[in-house]
């Protein structure tokens, strides 16, 4: 299921604005950050562990548009997906 932040303050019954100024002044980002931020992460896992498309990696990690998630993973990675799996492959087989 899709992951929010407002989902998150209703689970947690708070104020979604609320809990976001919360977080944000603890961890200095925002929880909407925070989830994107744990979604590249699982994404990363499975570029260099499986050989899903960049498509079908974007859908299991709760992005709607591949196009969306090409966009944040460059964001945060400062690569496309593409690039990134083809430059760790290329560490793995070195170094394996």
Do not use: W
């Not at 299921?1 to 708070?14: D, Q, V």
């Not at 977080?23 to 899903?52: D, G």
Request: proline residues 4%; charged residues 25%.
């Amino acid at each position: 299921r899709p992951i929010t932040a407002g989902k998150i303050a209703f689970e947690l019954g708070y104020n979604p604005d609320y809990l976001g100024r919360v977080y944000r002044q603890i961890y200095h980002c925002t929880l909407t950050e925070a989830i994107q931020k744990r979604r590249i992460h699982v994404a990363c896992h499975y570029l260099l562990e499986s050989e899903m498309t960049v498509e079908q990696i974007a859908e299991k990690c709760g992005f709607s548009e591949p196009d969306y998630f090409r966009r944040i993973f460059r964001r945060h990675m400062q690569s496309s997906p593409v690039t990134y799996r083809k430059q760790y492959a290329h560490v793995k087989i070195n170094t394996h």
